[in-house]
């Protein structure tokens, strides 16, 4: 039997900072605004209007007061051209907003000196805004239009933390798509949501390196649940996050106000090298399948994070399925806290689809493998797996999960196939003489029949 450990397995790290997901406190700047007659304006426009604080210089529109589109008023972003913002400058748009600059070419937004620390570019409108080939470096985006935000081919790089996130929504919009997208260097979240906004999105084909670089308790991914799907995306730690970077995870999703519409797919990404890969706090309905999650061990202890994958619902609403990824290397391999329902695999449930498949190896620490750790009272089924054993038998597969069997509170976990609990026996045995040896769960020889407990005995479970 295992050493049950004082255990939370990192959950409570995922209570992500409330700091990080809360709304951004600034109002809405003061300085120039646009004359909202329906005009159409550019940065060259810009400075060529007098007043709005945007002049052009050594081949760079330099951007030095709070400007506003007007709502009646458009903006388009030109191409190939660089525009640098001035210390503690926001751009708000509040009309039309066209920032697609054309495939071949780019346009790149970022900081007029290195002591500089602008804002944002703030959507601020009914219609939203489709952003492409755009180069974000130390200044953010942000929206808080009720259309929909879609990213694409653009590049956030050293985003310098003066927002939540380096992509960040501040209320619900309709449904948004970043794809093909690259997050590097962020000082905090590259993409976020804050608590109070269930913004539906689906983030698609991104690369996410080293963000949150403060080592605050920010995941680079940091989102408030929603209708949502992440898809082929990476998301890489530091590799040397054991000292510099320990305190940040991959993926985080949490659900603090209890939103309804939670249903998000994670599927075919690589997570590796943070503090915990996919992590979930509060209710939601989550199907995580196909990825690969590695090396997510960037917690000093182990007591305060490091799982692949970790689900924490203490009001037991959450419904999960984990199929077909490969989970090595990290502290703990899945953990659960509360939830509802867990299904890790059951093939012969044609009732839902969760064919199990997953792949685990190395998830453990201090001489111990926990591959699955059912902190919780709910039954997980978690058939059809290959676990981080070197043999596939009973007794070796129970070595790396803690369940019932090693805490009678606790629920159990089903991993043997339908055929092979139905071939282990639930009698009490009347003799005390046996025909063959018996063992325990870590494999060791048994010199007398236990009173009570769990044993293998030609090569079946046995309960008393």
């Not at 004359?35 to 002049?55: C, H, I, M, P, R």
């Amino acid at each position: 039997m295992k050493k049950k450990e004082n255990l939370k397995c990192g959950l409570l790290t995922l209570l992500l900072s409330l700091s990080a997901i809360s709304a951004n406190a600034q109002n809405t700047p003061s300085g120039f605004r646009t004359a909202n007659d329906g005009s159409t304006y550019s940065f060259a426009k810009l400075s060529q209007t007098e007043g709005s604080g945007v002049s052009f210089s050594d081949g760079c529109y330099l951007v030095e007061k709070n400007d506003t589109i007007s709502a009646n008023d458009k903006f388009e972003l030109d191409a190939d051209i660089r525009v640098k913002f001035a210390d503690k400058t926001t751009f708000v748009i509040m009309g039309e907003a066209n920032l697609t600059v054309p495939d071949e070419h780019s346009t790149t937004l970022t900081r007029i000196s290195e002591e500089a620390t602008p804002y944002s570019i703030k959507i601020d409108n009914q219609t939203g805004a489709t952003v492409r080939n755009v180069v974000f470096e130390y200044i953010g985006l942000e929206s808080v239009s009720s259309g929909a935000i879609n990213v694409n081919l653009c590049s956030f790089k050293n985003h310098n933390g003066n927002t939540a996130a380096a992509l960040y929504f501040i209320s619900n919009g309709e449904e948004s798509t970043i794809s093909k997208s690259t997050f590097e260097l962020c000082e905090k979240a590259a993409i976020g949501s804050s608590a109070n906004a269930s913004q539906p999105m689906n983030i698609i084909d991104c690369t996410f390196m080293r963000n949150s670089t403060r080592n605050g308790n920010i995941p680079q991914i940091n989102v408030t649940a929603s209708k949502m799907l992440i898809e082929g995306c990476i998301i890489d730690g530091d590799p040397n996050s054991l000292k510099s970077n320990n305190k940040v995870g991959g993926i985080g999703i949490s659900n603090f106000m209890s939103f309804s519409e939670t249903s998000t797919i994670i599927r075919n990404c690589t997570i590796t090298n943070n503090r915990y890969g996919i992590g979930t706090v509060g209710p939601v309905q989550v199907r995580i399948e196909g990825n690969t999650i590695l090396n997510n061990n960037h917690e000093d202890n182990p007591m305060n994070g490091g799982s692949g994958i970790s689900l924490y619902d203490p009001y037991r609403l959450t419904n999960a399925i984990i199929a077909g990824n490969t989970i090595k290397g990290n502290h703990w391999g899945i953990t659960i806290i509360g939830c509802k329902d867990v299904n890790v695999g059951q093939p012969n449930n044609t009732s839902i689809d969760s064919p199990g498949n997953n792949q685990f190896g190395d998830n453990g620490f201090n001489d111990e493998r926990y591959d699955l750790y059912n902190n919780s009272t709910i039954t997980v089924y978690a058939q059809n797996n290959t676990w981080g054993v070197d043999e596939q038998t009973p007794e070796k597969i129970e070595s790396v999960i803690y369940h019932k069997a090693d805490d009678a509170t606790l629920g159990k976990v089903f991993y043997l196939s339908d055929e092979q609990e139905a071939g282990i026996s639930q009698t009490v045995g009347t003799s005390q003489q046996q025909s063959s040896p018996i063992f325990n769960l870590k494999g060791a020889r048994l010199q007398s029949l236990p009173k009570h407990g769990i044993y293998i005995q030609d090569g079946k479970k046995v309960i008393r």
